[in-house]
């Protein structure tokens, strides 16, 4: 027998859905099945805390929704069952709570969370739940709420530095401004820091440390630049920090300042043909440390006394002679070793002697081992005793007068950008070549070149590089070339076409009309000179007179505070120096040539025994005005740090005593001539 049957209903096989009766082998009734519907619940929903974030103090909110579900009906509390993030934690408040829903109309309450002075700052995760009678939670679970609360902090405020731009050795001032932030207190100590410019300036503040909690505090800040002839820009970084080490929110602030050089004005005094040996027997400075010979060696090896002879060609005792002092004179004077690269300094004697026309007893005995006579020149003694007199001074070309002018306003006489070739001597090709060339020059026209071997080249005397005007001029600088005549070997843009601006194209050109050329290179009219040039060549002393005339004109003006005056010699001319020079290549340096720094901050009585070249006064000049590098002399040379104290008291200015005084030049009518010919 089967042990399951299956009764039909009037003959109808019923669906799956119809009523199925089983029954038990032997026949018991079965139970009946009852069908049961859902059950009743509900749901629960949060916004989110509005605000996401407050400070401590603050409150958010959010609106509860409780919503029932399949006929429920009842009354559900609400609760933040977990706040996690921080201790103490914000506490919840319901504007609601227990909420009575039923049917199908849905229930809200207010969930604020609050903060208060002790709550920590932190990001917390809130969760809401909710439970009835019959602790049911609702069917969709808790609810997680975000919140940020800052914790207790400050922010730094800094005013711009005022003024903006101050003379090295300034100040400047700002006000910096510490507020408190969700409810902070606490004391900060302030500072600051430069992260640009060398030397960098310094902070003070007053006061030092802010104690604050509640209104915000101020303190002044006081930047001092350092005493110096370097302008530049500086960024200064203003921050502070409490006794937990906590910076300001805000983070530090920048503050710009801009410094002018205390030298913000340079004169350059180039003199013609004098070796240190020569021109210096001064007593004051050889008993300060000066280091001046007063005998030298000849190529026989004997010593030889320097003898006194006078400045000029007049007199009783004349400088009535030339020495040549060309590459080849160089080389003879300085009998170089070839095994140590050092020059024995004992070929003077060898170097080539021109009298002038007429000249009684010309030659003199050792014409190459003089010096000059001491009271010829006194106003130089006077400064070089007063300031500062650079006795490692060497001229950084092996050379004479043309190519040392173009080593002083470029720091090299390359022919043209990127070339490894020197001019080396004077024009030549055409009778009085030192009188007419650079870019103006005849067709005929030449100066020789050197290559790092030795090599010598010749070539047109007209170049193309950057110079130290170029710099200027692209700083809005102002500046002036003074010299008698356009076409000589002194006047150092004639042989630059950019500065020259030659009215046709080199060789065809007969003078430079170029706008540099016009603005900046001051020539002397006719009948209307100071002459100093003239008067070298004229031997009546005015050589030193016109400097003294200069430099007290300087003095008593209100430039004397922020210039540097450099008085130094082109060439050693010829004449005896016992000092062997550095030797960097085949034309650097020559011989050495005095120098005299006069400035309010030149270091009084001073003797520098640094080394220096044209270099040196380039690449100062460079730092002084905020310049960028040439990339020539400049690069290798000191910048003549040793010779300035920009933290002293500056020197007051005292008048140099000459023999001629300053209305002798203004009222000098004499034709205009250049100094000579070399």
């Not at 809401?128 to 969709?140: L, P, T």
């Not at 902090?153 to 507020?179: E, H, K, Q, R, W």
Request: proline share 9%.
């Amino acid at each position: 027998m089967s042990c399951s049957r299956l009764f039909f209903v009037s003959g109808t096989v019923l669906c799956l859905s119809a009523l199925l009766v089983l029954s038990a082998c032997g026949g018991a009734p079965a139970a009946p099945v009852t069908s049961v519907g859902p059950t009743g619940s509900y749901t629960l929903a949060a916004t989110a805390l509005n605000p996401g974030s407050v400070i401590v103090g603050g409150k958010s909110t959010s609106t509860i929704t409780v919503t029932p579900a399949n006929g429920y009906t009842g009354s559900v509390s609400l609760s933040c069952s977990s706040i996690t993030g921080g201790t103490p934690p914000p506490t919840c408040s319901f504007s609601v709570s227990p909420i009575a829903v039923g049917g199908t109309a849905a229930g809200t309450s207010t969930l604020t969370v609050s903060t208060s002075s002790g709550t920590a700052g932190g990001s917390y995760a809130i969760t809401v739940a909710a439970s009835d009678a019959k602790s049911s939670g609702s069917s969709n679970g808790p609810q997680s709420l975000a919140l940020t609360i800052p914790g207790p902090s400050y922010t730094l405020t800094a005013t711009a530095l005022s003024p903006g731009s101050v003379t090295a050795g300034g100040a400047a001032t700002s006000t910096v401004t510490v507020t408190p932030v969700n409810g902070y207190t606490g004391s900060v100590n302030l500072s600051c820091s430069s992260t640009s410019g060398t030397p960098p300036p310094t902070c003070s503040f007053s006061p030092s440390s802010i104690v604050i909690g509640g209104p915000a505090g101020t303190s002044t800040l006081t930047v001092t630049t350092g005493g110096s002839a370097i302008g530049g820009s500086y960024t200064v970084s203003v921050t502070g920090s409490d006794a937990q080490g906590l910076a300001p929110s805000d983070g530090p602030q920048a503050l710009a300042l801009t410094t002018v050089g205390i030298i913000q004005h340079v004169v350059i005094i180039f003199q013609e043909n004098r070796s240190t040996d020569n021109m210096f027997q001064d007593p004051v400075l050889i008993k300060a440390g000066a280091d001046i010979a007063s005998s030298g060696v000849n190529s026989l090896g004997q010593v030889i006394p320097l003898s006194p002879i006078g400045l000029g060609t007049g007199g009783s005792n004349p400088d009535a002679y030339d020495l040549a002092h060309s590459h080849k004179s160089f080389g003879e004077m300085c009998d170089l070793n070839s095994s140590t690269g050092v020059c024995a300094m004992d070929g003077a004697d060898l170097i080539f002697v021109t009298c002038n026309p007429g000249a009684p007893n010309c030659p003199p005995s050792n014409p190459q081992f003089m010096y000059v006579d001491p009271a010829d020149v006194q106003p130089y003694f006077q400064m070089a005793e007063q300031y500062t007199f650079a006795d490692r001074m060497f001229q950084t070309n092996q050379g004479p007068s043309y190519p040392a002018h173009q080593f002083i306003i470029s720091g090299t006489s390359a022919p043209q950008v990127g070339s490894d070739l020197f001019v080396m001597d004077n024009p030549h090709g055409i009778p009085l070549a030192g009188s007419d060339t650079g870019c103006t020059s005849p067709a005929g026209e030449y100066v020789e070149q050197i290559d790092p071997d030795g090599n010598q080249i010749s070539t047109y005397p007209c170049f193309e590089h950057q110079t130290l005007p170029d710099l200027l001029d692209a700083a809005s600088l102002s500046w002036r070339y003074y010299t008698p005549t356009a076409g000589s070997i002194w006047t150092a843009p004639n042989s630059i076409e950019h500065l020259c601006g030659p009215n046709a194209p080199p060789p065809n050109a007969t003078a430079c009309i170029g706008p540099d050329w016009i603005q900046n290179v001051v020539l002397s009219p006719p009948g209307q000179t100071g002459q100093v040039l003239t008067d070298i060549a004229n031997g009546q002393l005015a050589s030193p007179s016109w400097v003294a005339s200069v430099v007290n004109a300087i003095g008593a003006s209100p430039y004397w505070q922020n210039t540097a005056i450099f008085v130094l010699w082109d060439d050693w001319g010829g004449f005896y120096d016992h000092v062997a020079p550095p030797m960097l290549n085949s034309y650097e340096y020559g011989f050495r040539v005095p120098m005299i720094v006069v400035s309010a901050y030149a270091k009084p009585a001073y003797i520098s025994r640094v080394t220096h070249d044209f270099g040196s006064i380039l690449k100062f000049t460079e730092e002084a005005l905020n310049l960028p590098s040439l990339g020539y002399a400049d690069v290798a040379a000191d910048d003549l740090a040793d010779c300035f104290n920009f933290s002293q008291t500056p020197i007051a200015f005292q008048t140099i005593d000459a023999p001629l005084k300053a209305d002798y030049f203004l009222n000098d009518k004499r034709p205009v001539t250049d100094p000579d010919n070399d």
